[in-house]
């Protein structure tokens, strides 16, 4: 990863290969950020350059200019933010993707400073938007192509004017360092990365630090009576598994429960998906990855809030024992569910994880998945949907997604969608109407949330990332091709909110 420090030292004389500078979209043009403190000549140069150049200064956009007169760096950027009043998650995250994006540029690169303006938290969105910019999943390249390869950018310095108390390197590379873990766990191929080899992975990273793990294998599964999650792993030569991470720092102000799903690959099952469709289904398990590397941060940044994540890990395959439509499963908690399509597996052991989660009655339920298509029909490739039992809850969910910069919609449950998953030989169905699947999965989930100690409903959030996942797409900002690492962040900041 990026090495990255703050400096207040003037940045025309520093000594870097590139200074990084922002540019804002004007009616004539990019224009220079307010308060870029170069030299005149240097900022006569830039600006007359930018304007020979048909520089426009939209986000994304960046333009490298050599020799500018009176820097000592030998390559000055200058980085799109975009129009000033353009909408954006959260107001620094047009300098968080900023950033990124002349992060990107400047891969092969050893050193630059980024003197982008502001105060203490947009210097932190700018150091995550280095750090997460500067992301690269090399793990699997061959000798040739791993030799040809650039690097990302080696050492990078953020500026901040004035003392500051926070450690805002420290915090924003805790966090970066969280993403680019859930990252590599997405990208990671299904032949890696399975339900044992997932568990595996997160009791490394967890040795040493205040999470515990407790790993149920199938036959413990059993005897809980985890019918979801063995269901939809029993078509597989590879067995589910559900870790359950604990978080418990001392004088913890609230309990939280993540759940995250964790389909390290979905066939579709018996219902199995188009060739085409399958292609990226290595990132079913992003809510999973989300949750654990979030719980993992958590505990670093020593938030005093105590959390417990329920990674709901199964393999979605065809084998001879696959589960088939027309089954019926008994579910954590004994109720039984019609099995309707098995390529809505996602549910299924998202629900066994929530029945779980609801035992221990925390504050609150909130469970991550790449839930529904239908998500991404309604909202797109970028935003995630936020649904709930609570508004309250839902309004937080949003909100702390907005303030790290991650793009969230709330949307409704309305009562009416329950009865499509009436069942004549069940307790319900585990699909209803076509018609708003993305609520009408998540209202099955809310099937299993428990009661509290006063026998009121906990409070439970769901988060669709089936569209921010994983990015199909070119790079853009401080988001790489593939897994995004989507999540994570808003998890992070919605358990401060609690803080």
Request: aromatic share 4%; with cysteine; net charge negative.
């Amino acid at each position: 990863m990026t090495t990255l420090t703050l400096t207040d030292s003037k940045i025309a004389t520093a000594k870097v290969d590139a200074l990084v500078l922002a540019s804002t979209a004007g009616e004539d043009g990019a224009v220079l950020s307010e308060g870029t403190e170069l030299p005149k000549n240097a900022l006569t140069h830039v600006n007359q350059n930018l304007s020979a150049t048909g520089a426009t200064g939209k986000a994304d956009e960046v333009v490298k200019l050599a020799g500018v007169p009176g820097v000592s760096a030998a390559l000055v950027v200058v980085v799109g933010t975009g129009k000033a009043d353009a909408p954006v998650p959260d107001a620094a995250e047009r300098y968080r993707r900023a950033a990124g994006a002349a992060t990107r540029a400047l891969a092969g690169k050893e050193s630059a400073l980024f003197a982008l303006g502001g105060g203490a938290e947009q210097a932190r969105a700018v150091a995550e938007g280095v750090l997460l910019g500067g992301y690269a999943f090399q793990t699997f390249l061959g000798e040739g192509k791993a030799a040809s390869a650039k690097a990302p950018l080696a050492t990078a310095q953020v500026q901040l004017k004035g003392r500051h108390k926070e450690d805002i390197a420290g915090q924003a590379s805790t966090v970066a360092e969280a993403v680019r873990y859930a990252r590599d766990l997405v990208n990671t191929p299904p032949n890696v990365l399975f339900p044992e080899s997932f568990a595996e992975s997160v009791s490394r990273r967890a040795d040493g630090s205040k999470v515990t793990l407790e790993v149920w294998d199938a036959d413990r599964l059993q005897q809980e009576g985890c019918g979801g999650i063995l269901g939809v792993g029993q078509g597989s030569g590879r067995p589910p598994r559900l870790v359950t991470m604990t978080y418990k720092p001392r004088g913890a102000k609230a309990h939280l429960a993540f759940v995250g799903k964790g389909i390290t690959f979905d066939s579709g099952g018996l219902c199995i998906k188009p060739g085409t469709g399958m292609v990226t289904m290595k990132c079913d398990m992003a809510g999973a990855a989300a949750v654990a590397a979030s719980i993992l941060a958590l505990a670093e940044l020593k938030v005093p809030v105590a959390v417990t994540g329920y990674l709901c890990l199964a393999e979605n395959m065809t084998g001879d024992l696959a589960q088939r439509p027309g089954d019926i499963v008994t579910m954590r908690g004994g109720r039984t569910v019609e099995i309707i399509n098995t390529d809505a597996e996602g549910r299924l052991v998202m629900a066994d994880g929530i029945a779980l989660a609801s035992e221990q009655q925390p504050d609150a339920i909130v469970d991550i998945a790449t839930l529904t298509g239908a998500c991404i029909i309604a909202l797109g490739n970028r935003t995630m949907g936020v649904m709930a039992n609570d508004d309250e809850l839902r309004e937080r969910v949003t909100g702390a997604a907005t303030v790290a910069g991650e793009a969230a919609w709330g949307m409704p449950l309305p009562e009416e969608i329950r009865g499509s998953m009436d069942s004549p030989v069940a307790d319900l169905k585990h699909t209803g109407d076509r018609a708003g699947g993305m609520m009408v999965a998540a209202k099955f989930l809310e099937e299993f949330v428990g009661k509290d100690g006063s026998g009121q409903a906990i409070k439970w959030s769901h988060i669709d990332i089936a569209g921010p996942a994983f990015n199909e797409k070119g790079a853009w900002g401080y988001t790489p091709t593939g897994g995004t690492g989507s999540g994570v962040r808003a998890l992070i900041e919605l358990a401060r909110s609690y803080a």
